[in-house]
C-alpha cells in the first residue's frame, strides 16, 4: 500500500472513489455515446488506475457498479434463464406497400381512430436486449430469448460502456429524482465500423 494511501481515511477514501466514479462514467459516456472524448486515453487510464488502487485498499468500499467492474470482465459461458416481466415480442418485417397498408388499417381500427401519425426509423439487427434498474442501478440484463424466457447476460452487458451502470441524473429528465424501477429495451450491436476497426 502507497504512504499516500496508508494517510487516507476510510471517509476520505469514499468521498474520492465516489468522485473518481462520476468522473470516469461521464467520460465513458463521452467516449462510447457522444463520440467526443475530452481526456486523452492516459489521462482516463490515470483515473480509473487510481480508482482500482483505492478500491485495492479499501475493499468493503467497492460497488457492483464501479467502472472499475468493468475492467477484465470476462464474458460467462452459461447463463441462467429469466423469466420477463413482460413479454418481449419481436417486430415484424415488411417487404411491400400493401403489407403496410394493412398494417396502417389494423393500426387505425384497433385505435378507433382514422388519423394516425408514426415514427419511422432503421431496423437495427442487433441482439434485443432488456435492462433493469432499480433505484438507479443496473440489476439485470437479459436477452430476448423466446420472448417470455431469456438468458441473464448481466456480467456481460456490463462489459458494453455505452450502457450505464447507473442512471446518470444531472440533465436528465429525471431532474434529480430517479424511478424505483425501469426497464429499457433496445438492440445491442456493433457498427461496421467499429467491426472493421
Known amino acids: 500500500m502507497s504512504e499516500t494511501l496508508r494517510k487516507l481515511d476510510r471517509l476520505e477514501a469514499k468521498k474520492e472513489i465516489e468522485r473518481l466514479a462520476r468522473e470516469i462514467e461521464r467520460h465513458n459516456y463521452r467516449y ?3 463520440a467526443k472524448p475530452a481526456i486523452s486515453d492516459f489521462e482516463f487510464d490515470k483515473l480509473m488506475r487510481r480508482l482500482i488502487e483505492l478500491e485495492a485498499a479499501f475493499p468493503e468500499l467497492r460497488t457492483p457498479d464501479s467502472p472499475s467492474q468493468r475492467v477484465g470482465g470476462a464474458p460467462l459461458k452459461a447463463f441462467r434463464t429469466i423469466e420477463h416481466k413482460i413479454q418481449m415480442l ?8 400493401e403489407e403496410l397498408e394493412e398494417f396502417d388499417r389494423r393500426v387505425k381500427k384497433f385505435q378507433g381512430k382514422e388519423k394516425i401519425s408514426y415514427f419511422v426509423e432503421q431496423k437495427v439487427d442487433g441482439v434485443s436486449i432488456s435492462l433493469t434498474y432499480e433505484k438507479g442501478r443496473l440489476v439485470l440484463g437479459a436477452t ?8 441473464d447476460v448481466t456480467e456481460n452487458i456490463k462489459t458494453v460502456r455505452a450502457i450505464p451502470l447507473v442512471i446518470p441524473t444531472v440533465g436528465s429528465s429525471f431532474k434529480g429524482k430517479v424511478p424505483e424501477f425501469l426497464e429499457v429495451r433496445g438492440e445491442v450491436y456493433l457498427p461496421e465500423a467499429s467491426f472493421e476497426k
Open 32 to 34: 462510447y455515446v457522444e
Open 90 to 97: 419481436s417486430l415484424d418485417n415488411t417487404y411491400t406497400f
Open 144 to 151: 430476448r430469448g423466446d420472448g417470455r424466457f431469456g438468458d
